[in-house]
Nanobody
């Protein structure tokens, strides 16, 4: 059974930090690039960051660049998203997803596997 399970979300004040985890199982983790996405109420799903199979390439949306850091530990089948200096506009459900090949952009298209999401709420 293929699974991606996000954890680490919660309620935090503006300026605070959270670290999200994405734990994978049921597929060959190091064959897949992993992306982080978020969906806020009334908005399109937005690509936040992605990381290549071995972590050699990363990409960030302008909205999070300098604040968020993506990393992966293939020995643990886990991808992380460290989120610092959080803003109320970061409030959303955050999803991780896997795809073969490192994408040329942060579009959600092309991802074969998706997690269930974890809620991040940033209060002002």
């Amino acid at each position: 059974e293929v699974q991606l399970v996000e954890s680490g979300g919660g309620l935090v004040q503006a300026g605070g930090s959270l670290r999200l985890s994405c734990a994978a199982s049921g597929f060959t983790f190091d064959d897949y690039a992993i992306g982080w996405f978020r969906q806020a109420p009334g908005k399109e799903r937005e690509g936040i960051s992605c990381i290549s199979r071995w972590g050699g390439s990363t990409r960030y949306a302008d909205s999070v660049k300098g604040r968020f850091t993506i990393s992966r530990d293939n020995a643990k089948n886990t991808v992380y998203l460290q989120m610092n200096s959080l803003k109320p506009e970061d409030t959303a459900v955050y999803y991780c997803a896997g795809r073969r090949g490192f994408p040329s952009n942060l579009s959600p298209g092309g991802y074969a596997y998706w997690g269930q999401g974890t809620q991040v709420t940033v209060s002002s």
